[in-house]
Nanobody, 127 residues
Framework: QVQLVESGGGLAQPGGSLRLSCAAP????????IAWFRQASWEEREGVSC????????YYSDSVKGRFTISIGNAKRTVYLQMNSLEPEDTGVYYC????????????????????WGQGTQVTVSS
């Protein structure tokens, strides 16, 4: 069982930056597919970025492409989401999901395709 812990959220001004972390204490994320999702209170959970930790492939939704960067730490225990040029529309609770590929076609961005989740971290972009 992989436990995930998100951190790094907070309040940022438009145009600012935040770096989110998704840690797996005591576990490795090697050979997993990891995705970041966000959810505003009035919307469904939206997949914004995905990484294959086995080969490093990445994917970004159009809404964050060019502004967000997903990466994995050297020990493959933490996945990061560097968020630059933040916009008010980026506000929401950010969750990371993890699962083994299980033959799924990359990118995997449906929430019901992930069985391991963190508790979420709030990101608020406001002046």
């Amino acid at each position: 069982q992989v436990q995930l812990v998100e951190s790094g959220g907070g309040l940022a001004q438009p145009g600012g930056s935040l770096r989110l972390s998704c840690a797996a204490p005591g576990s490795t994320l090697a050979y997993y597919t990891i995705a970041w999702f966000r959810q505003a209170s009035w919307e469904e959970r939206e997949g914004v970025s995905c990484i294959s930790t086995s080969d490093g492939r990445t994917y970004y939704s159009d809404s964050v492409k060019g502004r967000f960067t997903i990466s994995i730490g050297n020990a493959k225990r933490t996945v990061y989401l560097q968020m630059n040029s933040l916009e008010p529309e980026d506000t929401g609770v950010y969750y990371c999901g993890a699962d083994t590929p299980n033959g799924r076609v990359f990118p995997v961005l449906r929430p019901d395709e992930y069985s391991h989740w963190g508790q979420g971290t709030q990101v608020t972009v406001s002046s």
